[in-house]
Nanobody, 123 residues
Framework: VQLQASGGGLVLAGGSLRLSCAAS????????MGWFRQSPGKEREFVAA????????RYADSVKGRFTISRDNAKNTVYLQMNSLKPEDTAVYYC?????????????????WGQGTQVTVSS
């Protein structure tokens, strides 16, 4: 499975961005897709995840009510709509896929990763 993340950029606090993650290859083996982020000096952390069916969605507490994960099965693409952005949301955002039947919040549970896209929120 290959993952291509895009959509990052520079935005003012309070603004919005939408990230995209296009999956290719053996996408039929993917059960769930997740978004993670990593800022300098910190560990990679969970942001949001969804099954391809959309039946189960999970969010980190820090983004609940501001971020929305969605997917377009026909395009094999997962999105992360980010609203009311804060400077502390600044990070490199990664998408990842998991073949197992779960919606995990753990980095170690995801097998394939995209290259990351930078999101910078200025105050």
């Amino acid at each position: 499975v290959q993952l291509q993340a895009s959509g990052g950029g520079l935005v003012l606090a309070g603004g919005s961005l939408r990230l995209s993650c296009a999956a290719s290859g053996r996408t039929s083996s993917v059960y769930a897709m997740g978004w993670f982020r990593q800022s300098p000096g910190k560990e990679r952390e969970f942001v949001a995840a969804t099954t391809w069916s959309g039946g189960t969605i999970r969010y980190a507490d820090s983004v609940k009510g501001r971020f929305t994960i969605s997917r377009d099965n026909a395009k094999n693409t997962v999105y992360l709509q980010m609203n009311s952005l804060k400077p502390e949301d600044t990070a490199v955002y990664y998408c990842a896929s998991d073949k197992n039947i779960r919606v995990s919040m753990q980095v170690i549970d995801y097998q394939y990763w995209g290259q990351g896209t930078q999101v910078t929120v200025s105050s």
